[in-house]
């Protein structure tokens, strides 16, 4: 196979109005929609339009004042989504207010669907909560189980817009909704406003066969916009790779959204992999700029070793060491908050980055 071969492209996508019409009905099964075939098939005559002619954005207005092409129509949706972010960093920036603590419980597990109960996760969560509470820190908990038992809670793949150019990655990610697709709900667009309003981050995570939960990695990929991604869509005309590609070129600067912001982990396990998912969330977080809260500040053990899967939630009710480790993570990464904002300094300043990418 030549060089010419493998560089064709890939296999088509698009589909025909018949295998359209026949995946969108699979939402339908439910008797209750059987009097309801001639509102459905005009719903399906208006969805099938807008697949056809690839309205990813049916609602926009231009940008105006402060972009580098005014006069280009950009998402509704995804300028609301860029001035709760924008919002979200005046707060972080405001020295007045009380400081800001993000937990986010990874686990998928919970008592509202299968397998109908909470997850030892959550229970981590809610011991680390009050320790926030009690320093002074206002607490927002990210819940990722809803992921699994919510109705329209979504985090859509990230689609790599970052490997063909940085400037082509917007911030916040410009990908979604894409309504002609059917790729609505995006729960990013209430995500990044937490991450930003937030001056430190727990993340509390069990392991899944070596590596973090599904919704977990899900919302890690979506953060690649805060790692150099380009805040203003309209320089690279939407997603025109060409002109991303030649703003890269030109230089790039690859903007850290999320710098300076402190972090702490808390991993468990029941046989294997915790040490290893620490490491990788530090080494993510740390490459993004954050900071991390040092020993007591990431830990990874074990609840029940090798135990039954039946007892667990026992065997933590039992490990009050184990408790008092992620009692600590809180303390240390609370404790860190606290410092940086008295100093308002980090080691690194002024410092810079011989290769940002």
């Not at 620490?278 to 090798?306: K, N, P």
């Amino acid at each position: 196979m030549t060089e010419l071969d493998v560089r064709k492209g890939m296999p088509p996508v698009k589909l025909s109005r018949e295998e359209f019409e026949r995946r969108y009905r699979r939402e339908f099964v439910d008797p209750a929609f059987t009097p309801l075939q001639g509102e459905l098939d005009a719903i399906i005559g208006a969805a099938w339009d807008a697949y056809s002619n690839s309205r990813k954005a049916p609602l926009t207005r231009k940008a105006g004042a402060g972009f580098s092409d005014p006069d280009y129509d950009l998402s509704i949706d995804w300028l609301q989504t860029r001035a709760a972010v924008l919002d979200a960093q005046r707060r972080h920036d405001d020295a007045s207010a009380p400081a800001r603590i993000l937990i986010i419980n990874a686990s998928a597990r919970s008592e509202h669907t299968c397998p109908g109960e909470m997850s030892k996760t959550w229970r981590m969560v809610k011991l680390a909560e009050p320790v926030f509470v009690e320093m002074g820190f206002a607490v927002d908990i990210l819940d990722l189980s809803r992921l699994a038992s919510e109705f329209g809670k979504r985090i859509h793949p990230c689609k790599s817009c970052v490997s063909t150019a940085m400037p082509l990655c917007h911030w916040p990610c410009s990908c979604y909704p894409n309504y002609s697709l059917g790729q609505t709900s995006d729960w990013m667009n209430e995500i990044y406003p937490l991450w930003v309003a937030a001056h430190g981050i727990l993340i509390v995570t069990p392991v899944n066969w070596y590596h973090v939960p599904g919704g977990l990695k899900a919302m890690m990929d979506r953060l690649v916009c805060a790692d150099g991604g380009n805040p203003d869509p309209t320089s690279t005309h939407g997603k025109k790779a060409a002109e991303a590609k030649a703003i890269e070129l030109k230089g790039w600067p690859y903007p850290r959204h999320l710098a300076g912001r402190h972090f702490g982990l808390v991993v468990h396990g029941d046989s294997t992999g915790a040490e290893g998912v620490r490491r990788a969330l530090s080494d993510w977080l740390t490459d993004m700029h954050l900071v991390s809260s040092g020993r007591f500040g990431e830990m990874d053990g074990y609840v029940g070793y090798m135990e039954k899967y039946a007892t667990s939630h026992h065997e933590l009710d039992e490990d009050r060491g184990f408790q008092h480790e992620v009692l600590n993570a809180a303390r240390a990464l609370g404790n860190a908050v606290r410092l940086a904002r008295e100093r308002r300094d980090e080691p690194g300043a002024g410092l810079e980055d011989a290769n940002p990418k």
